[in-house]
């Protein structure tokens, strides 16, 4: 017997036959923007794992959600708010997805293949805030209501990996309790929908200084009695970047780190700190101590705030293993709001003034502040062969960023932002972008060559005195070649 639809069974929730119509016509297109999405959220997460367990790289082969879309089963709208509108969705999708991972492990490419996927899920989409600008809401907040039902097809080298005892189950649990870690209500995915030339997507507006002193009295998880703890903290929302770590301090239920790090806050009013305790493992994963997430709400500007929070499980409220005693964490907080005009730090600043008339004393050139820098997209880039697949390389003080890779084009839009903390503005600094082509070593199957197309070195000195430049550059090396950037120097 079928079963009955959720507008049958619960009257509160709505048909959406037309949702499922339109999103049929439009999947081919979804799919190629999700998977664009999979792709940059994915880097930064595969290169936290670059370098251990002897990974030398991970890349995607192929990423495709396939032909069938998901199916809608009901909707339910709740009251509308002046600002932002909640619905909760019911979704189900029996889908054919193809993504290919290669991880190279030594010198052997090994191909990890994620097919026949189904899951259930029960969804909660804020559209946030509202704005003049079609269409009228300038981001997707998506959070899981329940921890969803995942089945899905895993082959390893071509051979099916799930079919291996007692590894299905265990990777079903494992990926529930992954994805309810990162999604499940009050955790959300944030999406951005306009762009930010329209000024509706939230920039950063400061800098978080967050000092980890200490934890007391965490779980025993080693078989002698103790832990090896560090902690991961970062800010909910916004951007997807790695999370910050601590030090792991080996044999220590009562660890002091007295370690500081600085993050970038969008909007502290509905932004959080979280804070995730792990006990480190030689081998496998390492073991969860426990959590807790703090609101950005609750800092005054430039107030130091020292707070001790008592670490539970996971956010659910209702989770019985909750009330276990886990322990504390005691951190030191400080939220510092970007100044928002820098000719008021130290008077008028001449646009045309050689930096050598800069006083180095000044309070201007003392504050630190945090450098934006755009790659909008270059434009005739050209190479030895007819077809690049062009990716841009940004080099500051060492640090290195990579955009994400496009293929077969000669004009690539990237709209990708790296961020630099700095402690006082770059006044002699340079910084140096280029655009490279990455080709892959047919003859051999792996392995690839890359072909610089073209650089540009930028003095930031112009930065800092006009607080920002969108301009078009002239590649260096190249024929034609230009690059499009946005650079800007926020100061605390």
Same mark, same amino acid.
């Given at each position: 017997? #079928?079963?009955?639809? /959720?507008?049958?069974? %619960?009257?509160?929730?709505?048909?959406?036959?037309?949702?499922?119509? +339109?999103?049929?016509?439009?999947?081919?297109?979804?799919?190629?923007?999700?998977?664009?999405?999979?792709?940059?959220?994915?880097?930064?997460?595969?290169?936290?794992?670059?370098? $251990?367990?002897?990974?030398?790289?991970?890349?995607?082969?192929?990423?495709?959600?396939?032909?069938?879309?998901?199916?809608?089963?009901? +909707?339910?709208?709740?009251?509308?708010?002046?600002? %932002?509108?909640?619905?909760?969705?019911?979704?189900?999708? !029996?889908?054919?997805?193809?993504?290919?991972?290669?991880?190279?492990?030594?010198?052997?490419?090994?191909?990890?293949?994620?097919?026949?996927?189904?899951?259930?899920?029960?969804?909660?989409?804020?559209?946030?805030?509202?704005?003049?600008?079609?269409?009228?809401?300038?981001?997707?907040?998506?959070?899981?209501?329940?921890?969803?039902?995942?089945?899905?097809?895993?082959?390893?080298?071509?051979?099916?990996?799930?079919?291996?005892?007692?590894?299905?189950?265990?990777?079903?649990?494992?990926?529930?309790?992954?994805?309810?870690?990162?999604?499940?209500?009050?955790? #959300?995915?944030?999406?951005?929908?306009?762009? !930010?030339?329209?000024? !509706?997507?939230?920039?950063?507006?400061?800098?978080? %200084?967050?000092?980890?002193?200490? #934890?007391?009295?965490?779980?025993?998880?080693?078989?002698?009695?103790?832990?090896?703890?560090?902690?991961?903290?970062?800010?909910?929302?916004?951007?997807?970047?790695?999370?910050?770590?601590?030090?792991?301090?080996?044999?220590?239920?009562?660890?002091?780190?007295?370690?500081?790090?600085?993050?970038?806050?969008?909007?502290?009013?509905?932004?959080?700190?979280?804070?995730?305790?792990?006990?480190?493992?030689?081998?496998?994963?390492?073991?969860?101590?426990?959590?807790?997430?703090?609101?950005?709400?609750?800092?005054?500007?430039?107030?130091?705030?020292?707070? $001790?929070?008592?670490?539970?499980?996971?956010?659910?409220?209702?989770?019985?293993?909750?009330?276990?005693?886990?322990?504390?964490?005691?951190?030191?907080?400080?939220?510092?709001?970007?100044?928002?005009?820098?000719?008021?730090?130290?008077?008028?600043?001449?646009?045309?003034?050689?930096?050598?008339?800069?006083?180095?004393?000044?309070?201007?050139?003392?504050?630190?502040?945090?450098?934006?820098?755009?790659?909008?997209?270059?434009?005739?880039?050209?190479?030895?062969?007819?077809?690049?697949?062009?990716? #841009?390389?940004?080099?500051?003080?060492?640090?290195?960023?990579?955009?994400?890779?496009?293929?077969?084009?000669?004009?690539?839009?990237?709209?990708?932002?790296?961020?630099?903390?700095?402690?006082?503005?770059?006044?002699?600094?340079?910084?140096?972008?280029?655009?490279?082509?990455?080709?892959? %070593?047919?003859?051999?199957?792996?392995?690839?060559?890359?072909? !610089? /197309?073209?650089?540009?070195?930028?003095?930031?000195?112009?930065?800092?005195?006009?607080?920002?430049?969108?301009?078009?550059?002239?590649?260096?090396?190249?024929?034609?070649?230009?690059?499009?950037?946005?650079?800007?120097?926020?100061?605390?």
């Amino acid at each position: 017997m #079928a079963e009955l639809p /959720l507008w049958v069974k %619960h009257p509160d929730y709505e048909r959406v036959d037309w949702m499922n119509d +339109i999103l049929s016509d439009m999947w081919p297109y979804l799919d190629k923007a999700i998977c664009g999405m999979i792709r940059s959220m994915s880097k930064p997460i595969f290169t936290e794992y670059i370098g $251990t367990y002897y990974i030398r790289s991970i890349d995607f082969e192929a990423v495709t959600l396939g032909t069938l879309p998901p199916i809608f089963q009901g +909707i339910k709208v709740h009251e509308l708010n002046e600002d %932002h509108l909640v619905i909760d969705l019911e979704t189900k999708w !029996a889908g054919n997805p193809e993504i290919t991972l290669i991880l190279n492990v030594l010198y052997l490419p090994i191909k990890v293949q994620l097919i026949d996927m189904h899951i259930t899920a029960s969804m909660r989409v804020t559209l946030k805030p509202f704005v003049p600008t079609f269409p009228c809401f300038s981001n997707v907040v998506v959070s899981l209501m329940d921890k969803p039902e995942v089945d899905f097809g895993l082959k390893v080298m071509g051979g099916d990996l799930m079919a291996i005892p007692g590894l299905y189950q265990y990777v079903q649990k494992l990926i529930k309790k992954q994805v309810a870690s990162l999604y499940l209500w009050p955790q #959300a995915l944030e999406i951005p929908i306009l762009d !930010a030339s329209l000024g !509706a997507t939230k920039k950063p507006v400061g800098i978080l %200084h967050v000092k980890v002193v200490r #934890a007391r009295e965490l779980l025993k998880m080693d078989i002698l009695g103790s832990s090896d703890p560090y902690v991961k903290l970062k800010i909910s929302g916004g951007r997807i970047v790695p999370s910050k770590k601590t030090s792991i301090k080996t044999k220590n239920l009562n660890p002091e780190w007295n370690e500081e790090f600085k993050l970038t806050v969008n909007d502290p009013m509905s932004q959080v700190l979280e804070l995730h305790v792990y006990d480190w493992e030689k081998v496998g994963m390492h073991d969860k101590l426990g959590m807790q997430v703090i609101p950005l709400m609750l800092l005054k500007p430039h107030e130091k705030k020292e707070l $001790t929070v008592g670490l539970v499980k996971n956010l659910d409220s209702n989770e019985t293993r909750n009330r276990k005693p886990r322990g504390s964490i005691t951190v030191e907080l400080t939220f510092i709001p970007f100044v928002e005009d820098t000719t008021g730090l130290n008077g008028p600043i001449d646009i045309y003034m050689r930096k050598e008339t800069v006083p180095k004393t000044s309070s201007f050139v003392n504050r630190p502040g945090l450098l934006l820098v755009t790659v909008i997209s270059a434009h005739n880039v050209e190479g030895k062969h007819d077809n690049n697949n062009p990716f #841009a390389l940004v080099v500051f003080r060492g640090d290195k960023r990579k955009t994400k890779l496009l293929k077969k084009t000669r004009d690539p839009i990237w709209n990708e932002e790296f961020q630099f903390m700095l402690d006082e503005a770059p006044l002699e600094e340079i910084i140096h972008i280029e655009v490279i082509s990455k080709r892959k %070593h047919r003859a051999f199957g792996f392995g690839s060559s890359k072909e !610089a /197309l073209g650089h540009v070195d930028i003095n930031l000195v112009n930065v800092v005195y006009n607080n920002r430049i969108n301009e078009k550059y002239h590649l260096i090396n190249s024929k034609n070649g230009m690059i499009h950037l946005d650079i800007k120097w926020n100061a605390t």
